[in-house]
């Protein structure tokens, strides 16, 4: 198919676009940030791109305790969810399971009681707890609690419809061992929980979905049997990959694992781990592989993420990823090149979508190759990492511990991060200088693009490219710092000492310099954590330094 379609042929498509039924019966977009103008100036998009369900999770509600000492958010919350039904949508929220425990069911090592109390973290409701305090989940008090928070819950906002349920990221962990003393299997315990809960969604006409997040490949293994064995009518949300937006680990094994329940689709499209939506990360084409794996596996929906902390993809050149869940679920086999044509002329006009293609399209192998070594994530969501941090994660978050095509690879490039070399060093250096490459081919086709665009849309892509930009350079500098470092703790090779000094002064230049053109909160305060990088780095050769004179 040729790219550069005639715009009498890219406008007779999307018209009859916008007529085609989806294949899918759920699809939703999901809002993190509490935001309220902008969640009602969104909702009224939702139909625009056939979304049939919306759901409120992260800030809005992680907890459902949050709802009961919060005197607006439940307000907003059914709000919304009456808009949303208004526009023809359902309204789902999520919660987070086991929390905020009464002290009557908490035990230590001796079955002591354990105190509990409230604190904020992130906006959210959660418990300071000591390390050794367990839940005892076998009382049957116990599950006449549960029951009545989720009665409670559904008094206090009842307009919603439906009910999303995590048991990871929540302070006692259903089958962990070091969290709930049970007689109970840890998959029978996932069971008693989910069904419990569910029973209420009855009660109250909701219905209930159950996520499948966790962080380790035997986590998998007992939410799989346990939720196998929980009611027919729990919908399985499931994301396109096992753990964390992360686009070299395989699919997801569970995709498709569930044949008594429906399952739907978690998707990343907020670009958490690929820029928060500052700089470009358009995923269709990633999107349109992913998709098309999970649909051959019976995925009956889809839930789309808008933003990450505060950082929105619609008004963005990462809204194509919204733009491509709408249309691969109408069509999985609709040509991608039409697919970027089509949303190029609607985004930037017919004359500039050829060169706004060769700006963005590249982007998501580009951004990658600047985010990841290798394929392995050291990353923190974007952002320079403390060095234990990038140290740690090379094990803890490495592809290599779940199955796929690539796992003797990743297994072998484990090893090799933890045992870097000067090989390995080069490697990760030419892959950023990739990186830098890209970005600079995209600067250029952007400004090819400049007269065909208006000149506020061409300061906020410049604006966006440029931050790129300083990205790119930002973390060629820490992969030489931390693998030059890495490499003389392995080896006790002075010059790699040098560079490793060389490349922190270069590090934080670029933090300085980033601060000055986008401000110290960018990104999250990305400069700063730059600059604490740098100092924890220099803290170490100084004493490695320090040592070595004898002092």
Same mark, same amino acid.
């Given at each position: 198919m040729c790219l550069y379609a005639s715009p009498l042929?890219?406008?007779?498509? %999307?018209?009859?676009?916008?007529?085609?039924?989806s294949l899918l019966p759920i699809r939703a977009w999901q809002f993190h940030d509490y935001n309220p103008r902008y969640i009602e100036r969104t909702l009224e998009l939702a139909p625009e791109y056939n979304i049939n369900t919306v759901v409120f999770s992260h800030a809005i509600m992680w907890y459902a305790e949050e709802i009961f000492y919060d005197h607006y958010k439940p307000r907003y919350i059914n709000l919304w969810s009456e808009k949303a039904h208004r526009l023809g949508l359902k309204a789902w929220v999520w919660t987070h399971e086991l929390n905020a425990v009464p002290r009557e069911f908490l035990t230590g090592p001796q079955g002591k009681p354990r105190a509990r109390k409230y604190s904020a973290w992130i906006g959210k409701l959660h418990e300071d707890f000591e390390a050794? $305090?367990?839940?005892?989940?076998? =009382?049957?008090? %116990?599950?006449?609690?549960?029951?009545?928070?989720?009665?409670?819950? %559904?008094?206090?906002?009842?307009?919603?419809?439906?009910l999303i349920l995590s048991m990871h990221e929540t302070p006692y962990r259903i089958f962990a061992d070091d969290a709930v003393v049970s007689e109970l299997s840890k998959p029978e315990r996932i069971t008693k929980l989910i069904t419990v809960i569910n029973e209420v969604c009855r009660e109250y006409n909701k219905r209930l979905v159950v996520r499948t997040f966790v962080l380790e490949a035997e986590e998998l293994e007992w939410i799989h049997a346990g939720i196998n064995d929980s009611p027919a009518d729990v919908i399985v949300m499931t994301k396109v990959v096992p753990h964390d937006w992360y686009p070299y680990l395989p699919n997801h094994p569970l995709l498709g694992q569930f044949p008594e329940h429906q399952q739907i689709l978690e998707m990343g499209t907020?670009?958490?781990?690929?820029?928060?939506?500052?700089?470009?990360?358009?995923?269709?084409?990633?999107?349109?592989?992913?998709? !098309? @794996?999970?649909?051959?596996?019976?995925?009956?929906? @889809?839930?789309?993420?808008?933003?990450?902390?505060? !950082?929105?993809?619609?008004?963005?050149p990462n809204e194509i990823s919204l733009y491509a869940m709408h249309r691969f679920t109408e069509d999985i086999n609709f040509d991608t090149d039409i697919l970027w044509m089509e949303w190029a002329a609607l985004k930037y006009g017919v004359d500039a979508a050829p060169y706004m293609i060769s700006a963005l399209r590249p982007a998501f192998d580009g951004v990658n190759k600047m985010f990841f070594f290798?394929?392995?994530?050291?990353?923190?969501?974007?952002?320079?990492?403390?060095?234990?941090?990038?140290?740690?994660?090379?094990?803890?978050?490495?592809?290599?511990?779940?199955?796929?095509? =690539?796992?003797?690879?990743?297994?072998?490039?484990?090893? $090799?991060?933890?045992?870097?070399?000067?090989?390995?060093?080069? $490697?990760?250096?030419?892959? =950023?200088?990739?990186?830098?490459?890209?970005?600079?081919?995209?600067?250029?086709?952007?400004?090819?693009a400049q007269p065909l665009l208006g000149d506020q849309v061409y300061e906020d892509l410049s604006r966006r490219f440029n931050l790129w930009r300083h990205c790119t350079h930002t973390w060629r500098a820490f992969a030489e710092a931390f693998f030059t470092y890495r490499i003389f703790e392995e080896h006790g090779d002075p010059e790699m000492l040098s560079r490793a000094k060389k490349a922190l002064m270069d590090l934080e230049s670029w933090a300085d310099l980033t601060a000055e053109e986008f401000g110290e909160e960018i990104m999250r305060n990305n400069p700063e954590r730059t600059r604490r990088f740098v100092r924890q780095l220099r803290e170490k050769i100084h004493a490695v330094e320090k040592n070595k004179r004898g002092l």
């Open positions: 042929l890219i406008l007779a498509i %999307f018209a009859g676009s916008l007529k085609a039924e050794d $305090a367990r839940v005892n989940i076998d =009382k049957p008090e %116990f599950w006449n609690w549960v029951k009545a928070k989720y009665e409670k819950l %559904f008094t206090i906002i009842p307009e919603v419809d439906g907020n670009a958490e781990n690929g820029g928060m939506n500052l700089i470009p990360y358009p995923q269709a084409d990633y999107i349109k592989m992913r998709l !098309n @794996y999970a649909l051959s596996k019976g995925v009956e929906g @889809y839930v789309a993420r808008l933003e990450t902390q505060n !950082n929105h993809v619609l008004g963005t290798q394929g392995m994530w050291l990353t923190d969501h974007s952002r320079i990492p403390p060095y234990e941090y990038a140290l740690g994660h090379i094990s803890s978050r490495s592809p290599a511990k779940w199955t796929g095509e =690539k796992q003797a690879h990743y297994a072998a490039m484990e090893k $090799a991060m933890n045992q870097p070399s000067s090989e390995l060093l080069d $490697a990760i250096l030419a892959e =950023k200088d990739e990186a830098i490459r890209i970005q600079a081919k995209c600067r250029a086709a952007l400004q090819k």
